[in-house]
């Protein structure tokens, strides 16, 4: 007779008392006493079968690499955070590397349910990343926004495409309903998959991000705002012009329908040109942002 036992290493659910005006540890700079990255983790089940002799057998599990790690290869800084698969041949089912942000120096939740407080209303998720994709995998990233209620209000969820060098992914907040942020969960993973017959992660893909912020926290989106922005020409084909009443420094950010940002800088003087020569056709979004301000406007190029 054998006894299947589960081997849980999880926690309870924590709520922050603390509230963050971006990501804690969003740069994986700071580490624990062992080495491993403060205010990031995960959990994983495991099965260990014990026969009636005493004698323990696990499932026997392929790694080539942790399922979350630091690295040295990174946008900024001395770390980065890198995730990666791994294979259980005993279940014969491929496992995904997954992380998720936390307040504590030590992760204690379960998935992606780790809440942290939030007082401002973010407009995306920001973050640099590289991915190595084995077998047509596709990572993901995903904010959730939560009320005092503990309902969700809000959310940027984005695939993340192959990417050999560090690109840049701005996803903007979806909102859900009107009610004002009290929380949030952030999560990223190296496999999703939307089809209709979905595959497993496959050994080999790796996912890393670094510098991970939330836009919006100092400068809060306004309609308002938005109509002081003007695009020109609008369809535009080598350049396009910004003009806006704000008489100061502003950054501004260009993002295709995937969410990737194609180029960035600043304007002075609320006037600015930016070269758009080598897009190509699409809808595009100017984000700008400045003065405590943030607006969206789209535009078209055409070839």
């Keep these: ?28 700079e700071s580490t624990n006493y062992d080495g491993t990255i403060q205010g990031w983790g995960n959990v994983y089940l495991m099965s260990v079968v014990i026969d009636t002799g005493g004698v323990v057998y696990q499932d026997s599990i392929v790694f080539d690499g942790p399922f979350y790690a630091k690295t040295t290869d990174a946008h900024s800084g001395s770390y980065a955070m890198e995730m990666r698969n791994a294979m259980n041949y005993t279940s014969g089912m491929g496992m995904a590397g997954s992380v998720s942000a936390d307040t504590d120096s030590v992760y204690s939740a379960w998935g ?14 920001d973050f640099f990343y590289k991915y190595t994709s084995v077998n047509g ?21 984005s695939v993340i495409l192959p990417s050999a060098n560090y690109a840049y992914m701005s996803v903007p907040v979806t909102l859900l309903t009107a009610d004002p942020v009290a929380y949030y969960s952030l999560n990223f993973s190296t496999k999703v998959s939307y089809a209709d017959y979905p595959t497993l992660p496959a050994l080999g893909s790796s996912l890393i991000i670094d510098d991970v912020t939330l836009g919006g926290i100092n400068g809060i989106k306004s309609p308002a705002f938005e109509n002081q922005i003007s695009l020109f020409p609008n369809p535009a084909h080598d350049q396009i012009s910004i003009r806006t009443d704000v008489n100061q420094e502003m950054q501004y950010r260009i993002f295709n329908q995937l969410n990737l940002v194609y180029t960035y800088g600043v304007i002075l003087g609320g006037v600015g040109t930016v070269s758009i020569g080598d897009l190509p056709s699409g809808v595009y979004t100017m984000e700008l942002s400045g003065a405590g301000k943030k607006g969206y406007k789209k535009f078209v190029v055409v070839r």
């Design 1 to 28: 007779m054998k006894k299947t036992l589960l081997s849980i290493f999880a926690g309870l659910l924590l709520i922050s008392q603390a509230s963050f005006a971006q990501v804690p540890n969003g740069d994986f």
């Design 112 to 125: 992606s349910l780790e809440l942290i407080e939030l007082t401002q209303q973010p407009t995306s998720l």
């Design 137 to 157: 995998d596709s990572g993901l990233a995903q904010l959730h926004l939560y009320n005092l209620m503990g309902d969700e209000i809000g959310n940027a969820i």
